[in-house]
């Protein structure tokens, strides 16, 4: 402003000795940035840690990403304050995920003659931890799954009286009914929430009692389905259907 107002030699002098400051500054700066994300690589590849190694080199590949959270709303303008933000996404999935008409749709009580099925033992509450990915987001619970495999025996005993509880009364908890959705962007504008697809976060306790579900059913299902069914089934492979007909042939 100085030079603007008074354009002489000694300011323009202080201008550039200013702006010779500033880039060395940064310079400075980005050379610390670039060999402390060196040395962090060098630290994961010394004690074999791939995963973050990988997702380092390939932050350091693909540089700095400028991020946004405005986003557009029906009629396409720019929404920047927090609250119309996730308004806006709130409504997204809500027009995507609600099926138009599901509250008309009326729950009726089935009776059946099924045998009683019995309660998750505790060996099954541990497999069913063992199942667990390490490396998610957890839910509404904020738990993650690491926790609950370093908690040891006293949280396996703990969330198996729990699953017992809810096995009992038939009901699951408010909290498991819960999920964070989640925008992970696709391809596009980020602006527009339509190049964003939703991912659901569910609470990591919830996550052992469907672990356990699948166990169970799975050798009623292989009674039921014939030896003729390849695809989605343990050990089996659509090929061995092409040999069957290719042998028949």
């Not at 700095?64 to 997204?92: A, C, F």
């Not at 027009?95 to 138009?100: A, D, E, P, T």
């Not at 672990?211 to 389905?225: A, D, F, K």
Request: proline share 5%; charged share 30%.
């Amino acid at each position: 402003m100085q030079r603007i107002q008074d354009p002489s030699r000694s300011n323009v002098d202080n201008l550039n000795n200013v702006r010779r400051d500033a880039s060395r500054h940064f310079r400075n700066k980005e050379k610390a940035y670039l060999k402390a994300k060196i040395e962090k690589l060098e630290t994961y590849s010394k004690i074999n840690n791939i995963r973050d190694l990988y997702m380092g080199i390939n932050d350091f590949k693909q540089g700095y990403q400028p991020r946004t959270i405005i986003v557009k709303d029906e009629k396409g303008d720019l929404v920047t304050d927090s609250h119309s933000i996730m308004t806006r996404w709130r409504n997204y999935f809500s027009q995507l995920l609600n099926v138009h008409g599901a509250n008309d749709v009326r729950q009726a009580e089935i009776h059946t003659t099924e045998p009683l099925v019995p309660e998750p033992s505790a060996y099954e509450v541990e497999l069913a931890i063992e199942k667990l990915k390490s490396h998610k987001s957890p839910g509404i619970d904020q738990i993650p799954a690491e926790l609950i495999k370093a908690g040891g025996r006293t949280i396996r005993c703990a969330i198996h009286k729990l699953i017992i509880s809810i096995w009992k009364k038939e009901e699951l908890p408010e909290e498991w009914k819960e999920s964070i959705i989640v925008p992970i962007h696709k391809k596009g504008d980020k602006t527009d929430c339509n190049n964003f697809r939703g991912i659901s976060l569910l609470p990591t306790t919830y996550k052992i009692l469907s672990n356990i579900q699948p166990s169970r059913l799975i050798p009623y299902g292989e009674e039921v389905i014939g030896n003729n069914q390849f695809g989605f089934r343990r050990k089996k492979k659509n090929g061995n259907t092409m040999k069957q007909c290719i042998s028949c042939l």
